[in-house]
């Protein structure tokens, strides 16, 4: 019975992680209007679940670190109470945080979790230095780092992309009748009709850039990076984030790994395509507004972070290094919608806390 609710709770941890992280490394081709909503989240579950069975090769650190091995004495990793309280309570925190749209990091829930039950069973004995060192320091420098990497190559790029002359245009669609036409740079030709109106929906206004790339339109060669990049993102988090939690299920050995990754993998993805959206228009929309050069350049600095830190066996944050991205881009086009930042700091702030009374109160509750 013990291991059947290990089982239940990793599955609930998987799923609550699928709902908030999986629309991540997709959010700046909606956020640029590069695609739409569906395609965007279809996208992002293909290339998460690749990255859920590449872990199974790649990711073999990350598995012993999130087993709780060197935080607690190996006697309590074997007692699935333990690993019971850890998956129930980050679990419960990144389900909340997905319920009102708040973008968190399961890693951060996760070491919460570790900490609170960890903490409750052995108290002082617990190895504080290897928190520190091994958990806390990647997930604190690590969106610092996006940030600063996103603001720098997006305006090396912008400089390079004026020096190849491809610039950018407004494109507005004016309808009437249901039919439309697509004028640049704001020049209307002549001959249209009087009673044609401008529409003010951003959804149909949008920034292009005009020029080729060894013969190819630059736009088409930006969205096809662009696409790639968001595949890159998603690919990384399954690869960074399936061995975190399948990590829970080996401390009481209920698993082997290659199960243990499957079930995750597969659960993952359905909470993603099932209850991702709330926080996937925040991250799209509401941080601040970008274009496809913009998007594609956060998901670049994104992906080569996290897939860095997957085959080192850091423990970052997906969310933490994509969201940092973006507030990198955020700067540099100083369209930053202050208020949501705030909230979504303030939601990094409480979620280790959080996690950790809950994983600490379920564990004095079940032992």
């Known amino acids: 019975m013990i291991l059947i609710t290990l089982v239940i709770a990793v599955l609930f941890l998987s799923y609550s992680n699928g709902a908030n992280d999986n629309f991540k490394g997709v959010a700046t081709l909606f956020g640029s209007k590069t695609t739409s909503y569906k395609k965007a989240i279809s996208w992002a579950s293909v290339t998460t679940f690749a990255g859920a069975i590449a872990a199974l090769f790649l990711a073999q650190t990350l598995v012993k670190n999130f087993s709780g091995k060197g935080l607690v004495p190996d006697e309590l990793i074997l007692n699935p109470i333990f690993a019971i309280s850890i998956a129930l309570g980050a679990a419960l925190t990144v389900f909340i945080a997905t319920k009102i749209g708040m973008p968190i990091s399961t890693t951060h829930a996760l070491v919460g979790g570790l900490f609170g ?5 052995i108290g002082t004995a617990f190895n504080f230095a290897k928190l520190g060192n091994t958990f806390l320091m990647p997930l604190f420098v690590s969106p610092i780092l996006a940030a600063s990497l996103s603001l720098i190559v997006y305006l090396i790029f912008r400089k390079t ?16 009748n249901e039919t439309a036409i697509q004028t640049n740079n704001l020049s209307i030709t002549s001959g249209i009709s009087n009673n044609i109106e401008f529409s003010r929906c951003e959804k149909i206004t949008t920034e292009v850039y005009a ?37 829970l299920l080996l401390v009481a050995n209920a698993f082997n790994v290659q199960l243990g990754m499957f079930l995750v993998a597969i659960v993952m993805l359905i909470g993603g395509l099932l209850n991702a959206k709330k926080v996937g228009v925040l991250m799209s929309k ?34 933490h290094v994509s969201v940092g991205s973006i507030f990198g881009i955020a700067t540099a086009s100083k369209k930053a919608d202050k208020k949501v930042i705030y909230k979504i700091l303030w939601s990094w ?3 280790l806390p959080i996690a950790a009374f809950l994983s600490a109160g379920i564990y004095y509750i079940l032992n």
């Open 349 to 351: 702030c409480l979620t």
């Open 211 to 247: 020029g080729t790339i060894l013969g190819i339109t630059a736009q088409k060669v930006l969205d096809t990076l662009h696409f790639l990049s968001a595949g890159v993102v998603s690919f990384a988090r399954g690869l960074n984030d399936t061995p975190k939690i399948v990590g």
């Open 117 to 121: 039950s960890g903490v409750m069973a």
């Open 286 to 319: 509401k941080i601040t507004p970008m274009n496809h050069g913009q998007g594609f350049t956060a998901n670049m600095i994104t992906g080569l972070l996290v897939t860095t830190a997957s085959i080192h066996g850091l423990p970052v944050s997906t969310t």
């Open 161 to 176: 992309r004026k020096k190849l002359g491809i610039n950018k245009e407004t494109c507005i669609c004016i309808s009437e």
